[in-house]
């Protein structure tokens, strides 16, 4: 199954959300602070990382940031679970749009949504990933064409 990098210094929180993603088959790692779970995400490339916003060391806008700006990482599907949207009248898509994020989820959370939103953003993960891979191969198998095989109404003059 997937690898997921939950991070947030609520230990409670990071056990409950491993605790739901174990449900479904998932592998959990857990980072309690920005830095821990930057140097976590560098070492092991999960699949998919969640993150709380305010946390010691690094906050999750920073980790947020520098994940975006870091190109062999910039596409990781990210997901931000706050309780800063509960407190706010913004609707959680204004908070992953303005975060560069994938998706947000407000604290607390309906675990089902949690789940819900999880599978999407593997999913679509694999997708994208699987049309660049039949996308690199087209152009590879193409770029193979000998041209001397190309008919000569085919070349231009």
């Known amino acids: 199954m997937s690898l997921i990098l939950v991070i947030d210094d609520e230990f409670e929180i990071v056990e409950f959300i491993k605790a739901i993603l174990k449900t479904k088959g998932h592998n959990v790692i857990c980072a309690y602070d920005g830095e821990d779970g930057w140097n976590m995400l560098m070492r092991e490339r ?26 062999e990482i910039a596409t990781m599907p990210l997901m931000v679970i706050s309780s800063l949207g ?35 953003l593997l999913r679509r993960k694999l997708y994208m990933s699987e049309n660049q891979h039949a996308q690199e191969f087209e152009q590879s198998q193409a770029a193979e064409v000998p041209v001397e095989r190309i008919p000569e109404d085919w070349k231009q003059n």
């Open 46 to 71: 999960p699949d998919l990382v969640i993150v709380d916003l305010r946390m010691p060391k690094m906050s999750g806008l920073e980790f947020c940031r520098r994940v975006r700006q870091t190109p």
């Open 86 to 120: 509960a407190v706010s009248d913004k609707p959680e898509s204004f908070w992953a749009a303005g975060l560069r994020v994938d998706d947000f989820l407000s604290k607390p959370f309906d675990p089902l949504a949690l789940l819900g939103r999880v599978e999407h």
